[in-house]
């Protein structure tokens, strides 16, 4: 009697009967002292707790594109000017993170195939080269944003002067244009000092012949016609000499210089000498890379920073004209083998004069 009330038994006509199925199942619990009495719970199979994870997190990363494409409209909508301050700075920030991710590849490709800056592709090396100057720059600012509260005060010396404490990443398409006519227009103030530099030592010059070069040269210079190549590669062998080498450049001389590559002329001339040496180096093999991978692989942009960087004021002329000179700049430095200081000066000597040229 017992047993009949504790089993139901069903009946079906044909068939066997079917098993009993209790009312109750003891379930052992863990963190209980007794077992809990109850119906059987549904059986639940996790085959990936990753892909419960990963499911999870997409569908936060789906909202998080939604709200943030909310407040994008809502800045765009009510705050205008402040939206295409935020947009170029979110930007900047992507292009800087992605800048990174990229030295970081070439760097650990240099220490697993054991290559030296030198070997690398010109893409590579112009890469590297800027992504340490922009570097230089943002630590800057992260020195001076130390001091507690000093934050704020950043953010607001940033929006007062962009062009001294922001890189390009977070400058707008207008700003890039303006800042890079501000600093040609720097460069070119140092050009009368370097030509002025250049003629007082070539009085010390002992050979005659030589001379007689540079006074033609100075006099086709003060008619407005730019050297031609066959000019300057008379003069390289004065550069690696006396009074025209590296290290026997007036301080005068050497802030002039400074000027002309973009450089900060504040320094002692010891570390003058070392950043013009190491600037001139550095140019030199981005020279050499370049003539390897060959002008008609440049993009038009490339082709543009490329003349920019080397003393031309490429971003108001033609894309033809940048190719043109570039061509004639390269046969000129990969000729002058071990003497690569003349380029130093070349860019007063030449350039200055090819925005008037063309124009």
């Not at 991710?101 to 290559?115: E, G, L, Y």
């Not at 016609?225 to 000019?231: A, S």
Request: charged share 20%; proline share 7%.
């Amino acid at each position: 009697m017992a047993l009949s009330r504790l089993y139901k038994r069903p009946v079906s006509l044909g068939c066997a009967p079917a098993p009993p199925e209790p009312f109750f199942s003891l379930r052992l619990q863990p963190g209980r002292r007794s077992p809990a009495w109850g119906p059987p719970r549904p059986l639940r199979l996790h085959l990936s707790p990753r892909e419960d994870v990963k499911s999870l997190v997409s569908s936060f990363v789906a909202k998080t594109k939604v709200m943030n494409e909310k407040y994008n409209r809502f800045l765009e909508r009510r705050f205008p000017r402040f939206y295409v301050m935020y947009s170029v700075f979110v930007k900047g920030f992507q292009m800087l993170l992605a800048d990174a991710k990229k030295a970081r590849r070439i760097k650990t490709f240099m220490r697993q195939k054991k290559v030296m800056f030198h070997q690398l592709s010109y893409r590579d090396m112009e890469h590297l080269r800027q992504f340490r100057q922009d570097i230089v720059k943002c630590l800057f600012l992260g020195i001076i944003s130390i001091p507690p509260f000093a934050n704020y005060l950043v953010f607001l010396l940033m929006y007062l002067y962009p062009r001294q404490l922001l890189i390009h990443h977070f400058w707008t398409s207008k700003q890039q244009l303006e800042f890079l006519d501000i600093y040609h227009a720097r460069r070119k103030q140092s050009h009368p000092k370097i030509l002025s530099c250049l003629e007082k030592a070539t009085l010390l010059i002992p050979n005659p012949v030589h001379q007689w070069h540079f006074t033609q040269l100075y006099v086709k210079v003060q008619k407005g016609d730019p050297p031609v190549v066959n000019d300057l590669l008379p003069l390289r062998t004065c550069f690696s000499v006396y009074p025209l080498a590296m290290s026997h450049l007036s301080t005068a001389h050497l802030k002039a210089l400074s000027r002309a590559m973009l450089l900060t002329p504040h320094l002692p001339s010891v570390l003058l000498r070392y950043r013009l040496n190491k600037h001139s180096t550095v140019l030199h093999q981005l020279d050499k890379a370049l003539k390897r991978l060959g002008i008609g692989q440049l993009t038009a942009q490339e082709v543009k920073s490329a003349c920019y960087l080397r003393g031309l004021d490429s971003t108001h002329l033609a894309e033809d004209w940048c190719r043109f000179w570039l061509a004639q700049w390269l046969y000129f430095s990969c000729s002058l083998k071990n003497h690569w200081y003349l380029s130093l000066h070349c860019w007063s000597l030449t350039s200055v004069y090819i925005h008037q040229d063309t124009s």
